[in-house]
């Protein structure tokens, strides 16, 4: 088990499955501790100041529930937020236009319709013309062009 009521996650999903690595940092700050009867000492999870950002350190095979809390965690923490809509089956991936635009592809991987969160869609979808539709068809892909630069 990691820690207790990490990123409101019990039980199975702080469960470390497979591998632990017995990590004893020096500079790191502690984000979670094995709570085993023969390694209590040890860090589980540990974030340390790197350059001008920052490195999370997992140190065993975590649950898919405290992976995607980890790594939302992390995402936050460097400024990246993501609508909780914007998750699998509905795949977002944005760039850069040579223009300076922000552009976001939105793909859905399902054979449902599947809702779009505002702040994603709005802008021009490119493969259109016109504004953003607020959902995606099936198997479907939308490429949108920011208004905002």
Known sequence: MVGSDLYGLSGK??????WME??????????ARFEHHSWP?????????????EVTYIGF???????????????KRSGVVWPDAAQYPLIVRSGILTNGSR??????????NRSVPKELI????????????SSIGPWGVVIVESRNK
Request: charged fraction near 25%.
């Open 13 to 18: 999903d702080l469960e470390a499955r497979w």
């Open 22 to 31: 017995f990590l004893k940092p020096t500079t790191a700050k502690v984000i």
């Open 41 to 53: 000492n040890y860090a589980a999870i540990t974030r340390n100041s790197y350059g001008k950002g």
């Open 61 to 75: 095979m975590p649950s898919d529930a405290l992976i995607e809390g980890v790594l939302t965690d992390t995402a």
């Open 103 to 112: 552009v976001r592809y939105l793909l859905n991987y399902s054979p449902e």
């Open 122 to 133: 709005d802008g021009t979808d490119l493969l259109t013309g016109k504004h953003a539709a």
